[in-house]
């Protein structure tokens, strides 16, 4: 998250965000869970209060929860019962560390002209074969929504163009229908890659 709004909206709503009525992405998380080993080491991008890092070491991954939030980081601390990384996407600099990286509903806060970089960063960040997961509200312009939270609204196409562009294989997108915070209908695009 670089957008001034953006952040400002998770500082001064984090314990309301971090409170709310979400159903964890379940399927998401299994399918993702499955291409690793167990106990593979993952890294989750925007990890907001903590759920799904909760549920992926509920089934014994080595996660590494990081939010550039602060006061997100606080409350999935207090969940976790562990430290959380207060770091932005653009700050992701380690080298073949992690086995898979999950950004459920995060990078689509990454303004499109830094999405290269943070994909090449995520790209580095994976051990040779590694997976990635990230899920983005589809769309074709950027824009801010009610909240004045950031998003880069992204269709499936250049997507799939940004992602092989950057390096990555086996790329595969699915769209389907949902909501989001702000609970109006929202059509999302789901991704799956790797090194």
């Given at each position: 998250?670089?957008?001034?709004?953006?952040?400002?909206?998770?500082?001064?709503?984090?314990?309301?965000?971090?409170?709310?009525?979400r159903?964890?992405?379940?399927?998401?998380?299994?399918?993702?869970?499955s291409?690793?080993?167990?106990?593979?080491?993952?890294l989750?991008?925007?990890?907001?209060a903590?759920?799904?890092?909760?549920?992926?070491?509920?089934?014994?991954f080595?996660?590494?929860?990081?939010?550039g939030?602060?006061?997100?980081?606080?409350?999935?601390?207090?969940?976790?019962?562990?430290?959380?990384?207060?770091?932005?996407?653009?700050?992701?600099?380690?080298?073949?560390?992690?086995?898979?990286?999950w950004?459920?509903?995060?990078?689509?806060?990454?303004?499109?002209?830094q999405?290269?970089?943070?994909?090449?960063?995520?790209?580095?960040?994976?051990?040779?074969?590694?997976?990635?997961?990230?899920t983005?509200?589809?769309?074709?312009d950027?824009?801010?929504?009610?909240?004045?939270?950031y998003?880069?609204?992204?269709?499936?196409?250049?997507?799939s163009?940004?992602?092989?562009?950057?390096?990555?294989?086996?790329?595969?997108?699915?769209?389907g229908?949902?909501?989001?915070?702000?609970?109006?209908?929202?059509?999302?695009?789901?991704?799956?890659?790797?090194?």
């Amino acid at each position: 998250m670089s957008d001034e709004p953006t952040s400002s909206f998770y500082r001064d709503n984090a314990a309301t965000y971090a409170a709310r009525e979400r159903t964890l992405p379940i399927r998401r998380l299994d399918a993702f869970l499955s291409k690793l080993e167990p106990g593979a080491a993952i890294l989750e991008l925007g990890c907001g209060a903590g759920h799904d890092s909760a549920y992926m070491l509920s089934k014994g991954f080595d996660v590494t929860p990081t939010d550039g939030s602060a006061e997100l980081a606080a409350d999935a601390e207090t969940l976790l019962g562990r430290p959380v990384e207060i770091m932005r996407f653009e700050e992701l600099d380690e080298n073949e560390a992690f086995d898979g990286v999950w950004a459920e509903a995060s990078l689509l806060h990454v303004p499109r002209a830094q999405l290269p970089n943070v994909f090449a960063r995520i790209l580095r960040a994976l051990k040779p074969g590694g997976h990635f997961h990230a899920t983005f509200k589809a769309g074709d312009d950027e824009g801010h929504d009610g909240f004045g939270r950031y998003y880069n609204y992204l269709s499936a196409e250049l997507l799939s163009d940004l992602l092989s562009a950057a390096g990555w294989h086996s790329v595969v997108i699915s769209e389907g229908d949902g909501s989001g915070y702000d609970g109006k209908p929202t059509r999302w695009l789901s991704m799956r890659a790797q090194k």
